[in-house]
T-cell receptor, first 115, second 111 residues
Framework: KAGVTQTPRYLIKTRGQQVTLSCSPI?????VSWYQQTPGQGLQFLFE???????NKGNFPGRFSGRQFSNSRSEMNVSTLELGDSALYLC??????????????FGPGTRLTVT | GQQVMQIPQYQHVQEGEDFTTYCNSS?????IQWYKQRPGGHPVFLIQ?????EVKKQKRLTFQFGEAKKNSSLHITATQTTDVGTYFC???????????FGKGTKLSVIP
């Protein structure tokens, strides 16, 4: 089975721009979660989607948004980029994601640099 | 909101020594999961604990879930250079779809 894929792997953007990151979960997995990883803050939860519905959202500003398509693929968007948005963005898929009870399979991440 | 604290932040050990990382939650957890992230890699699932007082072993790794389901530990016996990486615990509160990760313990093994 193919693993979680994320595109692009690397991205350099300028402050004020917007960016869209893509995630394809493992086949059959219906839950997709997004995390931001930085050296100082560790892994921070952004949001989780299941069957095209956002079930949970972390403490991030409204500039961070996401969506999930009917084939479970997911995208996240960051508008009006700030320097502090530079991070590794990780997508993780799981079978159900119900009540945090299923292990998550992480993709390789998208390394975003904002200049 | 739920907070998961993990200590120590860093640990340097000589190859062959034991290693332990501890995880504490501000709230009772429905389950706790452990992940390992190698340098330059992504987190990889190791194990999940669900029951109060549960202990699970994977070769040299021993995982424990506290009786109150608010703390957990990972112990590695006789570390090897292949154990290098950052170990994260992640907990889910009752009725939550969200996993809250600890900040991780970065393990360095000196050959």
């Amino acid at each position: 089975k193919a693993g979680v894929t994320q595109t692009p792997r690397y991205l350099i953007k300028t402050r004020g721009q917007q960016v869209t990151l893509s995630c394809s979960p493992i086949s059959g997995h219906r839950s997709v979660s997004w995390y931001q990883q930085t050296p100082g803050q560790g892994l921070q939860f952004l949001f989780e989607y299941f069957s095209e519905t956002q079930r949970n959202k972390g403490n991030f500003p409204g500039r961070f948004s996401g969506r999930q398509f009917s084939n479970s693929r997911s995208e996240m968007n960051v508008s009006t980029l700030e320097l502090g948005d530079s991070a590794l963005y990780l997508c993780a898929s799981s079978l159900e994601g119900g009540l945090g009870s299923y292990e998550q399979y992480f993709g390789p991440g998208t390394r975003l640099t904002v200049t | 909101g739920q907070q998961v604290m993990q200590i120590p932040q860093y640990q340097h050990v000589q190859e062959g020594e034991d290693f332990t990382t501890y995880c504490n939650s501000s709230t009772t957890l429905s389950n706790i999961q452990w992940y390992k992230q190698r340098p330059g890699g992504h987190p990889v699932f190791l194990i999940q604990l669900v029951k109060s007082g549960e202990v699970k072993k994977q070769k040299r790794l021993t995982f424990q879930f506290g009786e109150a389901k608010k703390n957990s530990s990972l112990h590695i016996t006789a570390t090897q250079t292949t154990d290098v990486g950052t170990y994260f615990c992640a907990g889910a509160g009752a009725g939550s779809y969200q996993l809250t990760f600890g900040k991780g313990t970065k393990l360095s093994v000196i050959p």
